[in-house]
């Protein structure tokens, strides 16, 4: 399979607890985006990444919240102290930056729930 | 990005034609038009995108009069597998394409047999 894929798709956590997220987005794909959904609607921008370089943040992140993507491959999303509020889907998409193409491909996401 | 407004649902049955339109006032002129589609428990998958007039690809077309402040996402002969929401989406791609995709809402189109 050489799509954007994620893991672990489901995580069940206790509040208080930290947290981390696995993305691995399509080879050569030099950006890497991170999006949240809660039920009912569409996903928000958290970060997105160009190579190693993170390049915009949401305000959406809070402190608790941190991501890295260090050789320019795969990122990680890392959740600190969670909270019952950070229950939703994380989704991680990337893109090949050629010009004005730039679709998203998107992973199938990972559910946190926060307990 | 510009905000878009859509219809928050619509029914459909298998076969029929299905147009889900989306509004955008304020576009700008360095602004196209997407459209994704999402399944439960799957990311959104891009379906397509237009400037002006007409596109059309495999899975869809896309109608964008001459103002562009509206534009018809035009699903031909429905199946039941086409059960998703559809996301209109308008931003500057510009050089390097959008950073960020900024979603509402959507549409949540139901198929009935």
């Known amino acids: 399979d050489t799509g954007v894929s994620q893991n672990p798709r489901h995580k069940i956590t206790k509040r208080g607890q930290n947290v981390t997220f696995r993305c691995d987005p399509i080879?050569?794909?030099?950006?890497l985006y991170w999006y949240r959904q809660t039920l009912g609607q569409g996903p928000e921008f958290l970060t997105y990444f160009q190579n190693e370089a993170q390049l915009e943040k949401s305000r959406l992140l809070s402190d608790r919240f941190s991501a890295e993507r260090p050789k320019g491959s795969f990122s990680t999303l890392e959740i600190q102290r969670t909270e019952q509020g950070d229950s939703a889907m994380y989704l991680c998409a990337s893109s090949f930056v050629l010009g004005s193409d730039n679709e998203q491909f998107f992973g199938p996401g990972t559910r946190l729930t926060v307990l | 990005l510009a905000k878009t407004t859509q219809p928050i649902s619509m029914d459909s049955y298998e076969g029929q034609e299905v147009n889900i339109t989306c509004s955008h006032n304020?576009?700008?002129?360095?602004?196209?038009i997407t459209w994704y589609q999402q399944f439960p428990s799957q990311g959104p998958r891009f379906i397509i995108q237009g400037y002006k007039t007409k596109v059309t690809n495999e899975v869809a077309s896309l109608f964008i009069p001459a103002d562009r402040k509206s534009s018809t996402l035009s699903l031909p002969r429905v199946s039941l597998s086409d059960t998703a929401v559809y996301y209109c989406?308008?931003?500057?791609?510009?050089?390097?394409?959008?950073?960020?995709?900024?979603f509402g809402a959507g549409t949540r189109l139901a198929v009935h047999p």
């Open positions: 080879s050569e794909h030099n950006r």
């Open positions: 304020n576009i700008a002129t360095n602004d196209y």
């Open positions: 989406l308008v931003g500057d791609i510009g050089s390097g394409g959008y950073n960020k995709l900024i």
